[in-house]
C-alpha cells in the first residue's frame, strides 16, 4: 500500500430517509493516515434522502459527493454508478440505511491490508440491528471464525455461502472494484458473488470485531421478501456466484443451490399446487 493512499467510501441509497443522515454522519466521523473522500448516490429517490444528502454535501463541499441522478437505475445500476465515480485506491462500501460504529473502522481495515499484502480485501464482523425494536445480536457463521484470512473454501464451508453478510463490512482493492465483471451488475450486486470474485485475485481478511451495524427492517430488500421471493432471490445470486468463481469450486456451489434453494422451491411449488 502506498503512502498517501485515498479511500473512497461509496453510499448507495435509495429512499432512506429515516437511516441516511446518521449513516453519513458516521463516514464523516472516520479517521484515518489517507485522504479520504465520500461518494453518494440516492438513485432517484421520492422521499428527502436527497435533501439530506445534498445538506451534508454543503457542510462538507470538500469531503462529500453527491452524483445521485433523478433517474432510477436500481441497486445495481447505482452501485456501478458509485464504482465508476470512486477515486481512491481503496473503496470502502457502507449502504445508506447502515453505521459505521467507530471512528477508526477505515483506518483498521486500511491498516490490515497494508500489512497484509497478499489480501484483496478486507471486512468485519457485523451487528445485527432490529429496527426499530433495537435489540442486537451476531451472527454465528462470523464468530465461529478462527483465522483472519480465508479463501472460497471457506465460504464453502457455510450452507448459505455468505461469511460478509452485509456490505457495510467491506473495504476493497479500488482497482479491482472498478474492473469487476459485467456479470456481478446482471441481477442484484452481492457480497458473495464480490468474495469469490476477489479471492481468485488474494485472500479475504477478516477482523473479528463488529465495526459496522446492518439495520434488519421491513423496508429492506431482504428482510421485506416473503420466503419464497427470498429463495429465489438467493438462487439468483448463487448463479452469479457461479458465473464468477473459480472452476474449481463449481461442484460445490451447484450441490449447495440444489439443497439450499432448488429444493425448496420445489417443495414450495407443490404446497402451493390447488387440488383438482
Known amino acids: 500500500m502506498k503512502p498517501g493512499a485515498r479511500v473512497s467510501t461509496i453510499i448507495p441509497t435509495y429512499n432512506q430517509e429515516a437511516f441516511i443522515g446518521a449513516t453519513i454522519a458516521s463516514a464523516v466521523a472516520q479517521l484515518g493516515d489517507f485522504d479520504h473522500e465520500i461518494v453518494i448516490s440516492s438513485d432517484g ?14 457542510r462538507h463541499p470538500g469531503l462529500i459527493r453527491d452524483v445521485g441522478e433523478d433517474s432510477n437505475v436500481g441497486l445495481s445500476g447505482n452501485f456501478r454508478r458509485l464504482l465508476t465515480s470512486a477515486t481512491g485506491d481503496y473503496i ?15 483506518a483498521r481495515q486500511f491498516d490490515f491490508l497494508r500489512k ?35 479463501d472460497g473454501a471457506d465460504f464453502l464451508a457455510e450452507p448459505t455461502m455468505n461469511l460478509i453478510a452485509n456490505m457495510s463490512s467491506c473495504f476493497l482493492g479500488g482497482d479491482i472494484a472498478r474492473s469487476l465483471p459485467e456479470r456481478m451488475f446482471q441481477g442484484r450486486f452481492n457480497e458473495i458473488a464480490l468474495a469469490f470474485h476477489y479471492e481468485q485475485r488474494g485472500k479475504i481478511g477478516f477482523i473479528a470485531e463488529p465495526m459496522s451495524i446492518y439495520h434488519q427492517h421491513s423496508g429492506g430488500v431482504w428482510t421485506g421478501s416473503s420466503r419464497e421471493e427470498q429463495l429465489r432471490s ?43
Not at 92 to 106: N, Y
Not at 119 to 148: E, H
Not at 241 to 269: G, N, S
Open 116 to 150: 497484509n499484502e497478499d489480501c484483496s480485501m478486507v471486512f468485519s464482523q457485523i451487528t445485527v440491528r432490529q429496527y426499530p425494536a433495537g435489540t442486537d445480536s451476531f451472527l454465528p457463521r462470523q464468530t465461529g471464525l478462527t483465522k483472519n484470512k480465508l
Open 45 to 58: 429517490s421520492t422521499d428527502r434522502t436527497r435533501d439530506i444528502v445534498d445538506q451534508w454535501r454543503r
Open 92 to 106: 470502502a462500501i457502507l449502504e445508506g440505511d447502515d453505521l459505521w460504529v467507530s471512528p477508526d473502522k477505515l
Open 234 to 276: 438467493g438462487l439468483e445470486t448463487r448463479r452469479m456466484v457461479l458465473d464468477v468463481a473459480d472452476p474449481k469450486y463449481h461442484r460445490e456451489i451447484h450441490a449447495i443451490m440444489e439443497e439450499k434453494y432448488l429444493a425448496p422451491l420445489a417443495q414450495l411449488a407443490q404446497s402451493h399446487e390447488v387440488p383438482s
